[in-house]
Nanobody, 126 residues
Framework: QVQLVESGGGLVQTGGSLRLSCAAS????????MGWFRQAPGKEREFVAS????????YYPDSVKGRFTISRDNAKNTMYLQMNSLIPADTAVYYC???????????????????WGQGTQVTVSS
């Protein structure tokens, strides 16, 4: 059974940093793209970042480009999201996601992914 477990969320002040982790189990994820999404109350789930199977290609929306960095360690079956220069608009529940088809690129919509974690809350105070 595939499981994704996020950790690292919390409360931080504007301008601060957090590092989220997503630990995967149930299969080896080294052939599959992974991504981060977020969802604020009353809003749709929003794409934050994606990374290809090897970690050599990443993809961000303009809202986080230059502030967030996605990475992965396939030996540990773990993906990360380093978030810097956080602002209140970044407040949301953050979800990690994994693809079920190998070697795909630039996955930026929730429908591209088949596996999801339970989410971790990130709150940025002003």
């Amino acid at each position: 059974q595939v499981q994704l477990v996020e950790s690292g969320g919390g409360l931080v002040q504007t301008g601060g940093s957090l590092r989220l982790s997503c630990a995967a189990s149930g299969r080896t994820f080294s052939r599959y793209a992974m991504g981060w999404f977020r969802q604020a109350p009353g809003k749709e789930r929003e794409f934050v970042a994606s990374i290809n199977w090897s970690g050599g290609a990443t993809y961000y929306p303009d809202s986080v480009k230059g502030r967030f960095t996605i990475s992965r360690d396939n030996a540990k079956n773990t993906m990360y999201l380093q978030m810097n220069s956080l602002i209140p608009a970044d407040t949301a529940v953050y979800y990690c996601a994994a693809d079920s088809q190998p070697y795909r690129l630039r996955l930026g919509t929730p429908g591209d992914y088949d596996y999801w974690g339970q989410g971790t809350q990130v709150t940025v105070s002003s």
